[in-house]
């Protein structure tokens, strides 16, 4: 076997390992600790958010740390690989997929806000001290955790960018934005309407 299949089977290896770590379902298997199945709860969501409003807070932190990490750790396992450095972006992308399409929950999942963060944090933690501005901006004034999801999401690929990040990273960041604006489509219809739920601390 030539170097160059050795490098590929490695990233498949891992790629698949980070898909299978992303589907791990935090917030269900959280919630079901507690007796909730948070499917069925609230927004249905097994997101942090959703956890916070019908487990309660200490279990909605726990939630958002736990997807955060999803997306972090095999980013960062990576990049102090032998491997070359941009296999992370790619590697970052299949652990967030595992969260939005679990293939414990029958590829169904969050809508990867959380686990997005982790991936972000690992790759370009600069852009994500911009999008999080953004995000306590729109939740200071608005109250809205979905709008400041969208919001953050949607500034990312352009924070990237600007910050003159490698063209792997700035393709990966923007297929996660669009994933996550797409996995809001109700959000905001709710929030065209008027009646999406404002976030009460």
């Given at each position: 076997?030539?170097?160059?299949?050795?490098?590929?089977?490695?990233?498949?290896?891992?790629?698949?390992?980070?898909?299978?770590?992303?589907?791990?379902?935090?917030?269900?298997?959280?919630?079901?600790?507690?007796?909730?199945?948070?499917?069925?709860?609230?927004?249905?969501?097994?997101?942090?958010?959703?956890?916070y409003?019908?487990?309660?807070?200490?279990?909605?932190?726990?939630?958002?740390?736990?997807?955060?990490l999803?997306?972090?750790?095999?980013?960062?396992?990576?990049?102090?690989?032998?491997?070359?450095?941009?296999?992370?972006?790619?590697?970052?992308?299949?652990?967030?997929?595992?969260?939005?399409?679990?293939?414990?929950?029958?590829?169904?999942?969050?809508?990867?806000?959380?686990?997005?963060?982790?991936?972000?944090?690992?790759?370009a933690?600069?852009?994500?001290?911009?999008?999080?501005?953004?995000?306590?901006?729109?939740?200071?004034?608005?109250?809205?955790?979905?709008?400041?999801?969208?919001?953050?999401?949607?500034?990312?690929?352009?924070?990237?960018?600007?910050?003159?990040?490698?063209r792997t990273?700035?393709?990966?960041?923007?297929?996660?934005?669009?994933?996550?604006i797409?996995?809001?489509?109700?959000?905001?219809?709710?929030?065209?309407?008027?009646?999406?739920?404002?976030?009460?601390?």
């Amino acid at each position: 076997m030539t170097e160059y299949e050795t490098t590929i089977l490695a990233l498949s290896i891992i790629i698949a390992a980070a898909y299978l770590i992303g589907s791990i379902p935090t917030g269900l298997l959280l919630g079901k600790a507690y007796g909730i199945d948070v499917r069925k709860e609230g927004s249905g969501n097994i997101g942090a958010t959703n956890l916070y409003r019908t487990v309660g807070r200490k279990v909605g932190i726990i939630t958002l740390i736990g997807d955060c990490l999803k997306g972090l750790l095999p980013v960062v396992l990576v990049k102090f690989s032998s491997l070359p450095p941009e296999f992370a972006a790619w590697v970052g992308l299949a652990a967030f997929c595992g969260h939005v399409f679990s293939v414990f929950l029958k590829f169904k999942g969050g809508k990867g806000v959380a686990t997005a963060l982790g991936v972000f944090l690992a790759l370009a933690p600069l852009a994500v001290a911009i999008a999080i501005a953004l995000f306590a901006v729109l939740m200071l004034f608005w109250r809205y955790v979905s709008l400041g999801s969208i919001a953050a999401a949607a500034i990312m690929p352009l924070a990237v960018f600007l910050l003159g990040e490698n063209r792997t990273v700035t393709t990966v960041t923007f297929i996660i934005a669009m994933i996550v604006i797409w996995r809001h489509h109700e959000n905001i219809k709710r929030l065209l309407s008027g009646s999406e739920n404002k976030f009460k601390a």
